[in-house]
């Protein structure tokens, strides 16, 4: 069986991480797999290494013109007419035009999608009425083309079914190999930070979170609130491990305030997930969520997190409502922090329990039934 999987972007990112493990897996099982993505590096130098055949799209953005998109959907006719590809499977909004040329050719692909998260349908995302209504249309009028949509947590497949954007769909949790997350100890990951940040984090409360500098993941939310976290916590010190357009917005806000010393932003890190045992607490003040790859990867490393109670972040942590708060509420935050500070190493420890919920053989597996169904049902 040949399969595609599409993406927007090969930069690093959870939905990148999860196209590059999904991959990995399909191509371990014996599927023929293809990836294809535009701009970024990341997931195509990552697929270079274990041999995975993968296309740079061009016409392929995260905003896509009206130009852009035609030329997009003739550069996936090409690709498609030229492999025969079983499967397409979509990772993100704009990958669903493929819908367009995939369903012009002879030899028709079934067609998969994966919704990593409601992005402009959540409820969190704030935005005009109309631009919402037009994304809900988009996401309306395309669904109706897919042989399957697939979800990464209940609550956003519940959300969509109340929004009407689909009438079925499938709950598949992202899921890691244990066995290539090669952490780095605690000492040695620690000396990584000191060496980025050039600050010494010694006797210090380290909070760290791995992330885009994006709007969705609302980082200002720790920045402008830091001096009342500081007032409960002395010694707390954030490092945020990440790039992204809002890295200047959100450098000169600390240095507005005066953080420089107490907030730190690294960058981009190859790998991040190996240094999170650096961390005292991993957090994620997320404005939405579908399922969190690095909520996810602080759970495998065996740190407590606190999260917002958002999207599927409330079902990795099983509902344990002591490493959850209620969005944007800091005063939950403090009392859910100071909680953890004190009993971090029992949660950590329940935490371990959790990991088996996601795993990426699992989810391999669950996807493959879904391509064996859809082509036995083409044949």
Known sequence: MKVLLLITKSEIGGAQIFVLNLAKELKRKGFDVVVAAGDGGFLFEEL???NIDHYYLKSLKRDISVINALYFMFDLYKLLVKNNFDILHLNSSNTLLAVIPAKVLRRRPKIVFTFHGLSLLDKNYKSFFLIKFISKLYFIFFSK???ESVFVSEINYQEAKKNRVIKKGEVIYNGLNEEELNFCDKAEALDFL???CNFQFNNCFLIGSTGRLSYQKNYGFLIDNFFKIKKAIPNVKIVIIGEGILYNKLYNRIKELGLEKEI?????VKDSYRYLKAFDL????SRYEGLSISLLEAIYAGIPVLASDVGGNKEIVNNDTHQLYEFN?????IEKLLYLKEYGKFVAEYNIGLRKKFNLDTM?????SIYKRLTNLKR
């Open 364 to 368: 391999s597996e669950r996807y493959i």
């Open 282 to 285: 991993f957090t994620l003040p």
């Open 145 to 147: 083309f897919l042989d």
């Open 194 to 196: 000191v060496k980025k």
């Open 264 to 268: 730190f932003l690294v960058g981009a």
């Open 48 to 50: 270079k290494k274990i």
């Open 329 to 333: 509420n800091i005063d939950d935050y």
